[in-house]
């Protein structure tokens, strides 16, 4: 153990609730494979408090990046051993080099801000992919949102005006729009979870 498991945190998005003191489910089998497959970099894209990298560090050499620097202080200080490979930054323009990561996983982070902000860091997630990497990202559905559009921003993408993410943009997607965004070749997997969550394995 790298260090004392998060306390348990459960917030409820309209009908769904998250439990943060855990791993997403999906975030583990993302894991599984990635091992299989033998990828050993691995980026946590958009971590928040860290929330997946203690298990993820387990497995891979685990980077972590957020935009919010107070949970980014957060990770570092429950798991100091990684307070070198965590980062404030933007998911659309990240501070790592070219083909630096064998693999990037962002669960419930790149439909934060506007669509030409998702296709922006889909680009920055293949610029910092080697070419035999592989990606896993969650994607918000447009079906089962009426809680959460708030106010209209473009086709699709929302300010939130109620929940525990009140005031935050998001962009809900349809399963077609994901070929487009990715690149139809790029994707190897994509499908709906149990709370109807888009989960979407790629490859450079
Ligand atoms: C719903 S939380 C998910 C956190 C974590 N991935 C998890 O599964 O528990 C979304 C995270 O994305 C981060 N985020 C939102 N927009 C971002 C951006 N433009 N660049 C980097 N991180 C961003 C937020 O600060 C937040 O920590």
Same mark, same amino acid.
């Given at each position: 153990m790298l260090e004392k498991p998060f306390k348990t945190m459960k917030l409820q998005f309209g009908d769904k609730i998250y439990d943060y003191s855990k791993p997403e489910p999906e975030v583990v089998k993302a894991a599984e494979y990635l091992c299989q497959q033998g990828k050993q %970099?691995? @980026?946590d894209l958009g971590c928040g408090a860290g929330r997946h990298l203690l298990y993820l560090a387990q497995k891979f050499k685990v980077y972590g990046l957020d935009k919010d620097q107070d949970l980014i202080k957060k990770a570092a200080s429950n798991l100091p051993k990684l307070r070198d490979k965590l980062r404030v930054g933007n998911m659309t323009a990240t501070p790592?080099?070219?083909?630096f990561?064998? !693999? %990037? *996983? !962002?669960?419930?982070? *790149?439909?934060?801000?506007? $669509? !030409?902000?998702?296709s922006q860091t889909i680009k920055e997630i293949y610029r910092i +992919? $080697? &070419?035999?990497? +592989?990606?896993?990202v969650t994607l918000q559905p447009r079906e089962g949102q009426a809680w959460r559009l708030g106010k209209l %921003?473009? &086709?699709w993408t929302y300010v939130t005006s109620a929940g525990p993410d009140k005031g935050d943009t998001h962009h809900f997607v349809y399963r077609k729009e994901i070929d487009g965004l990715f690149g139809k070749?790029? @994707?190897i997997s994509v499908y709906q979870d149990n709370r109807n969550d888009w989960c979407v394995y790629g490859k450079k």
């Open positions: %970099v691995v @980026l790592y080099g070219d083909q990561f064998d !693999a %990037v *996983i !962002a669960n419930q982070v *790149i439909y934060h801000g506007t $669509k !030409a902000q998702m +992919l $080697k &070419p035999k990497g +592989l990606f896993f %921003v473009e &086709p070749k790029h @994707l």
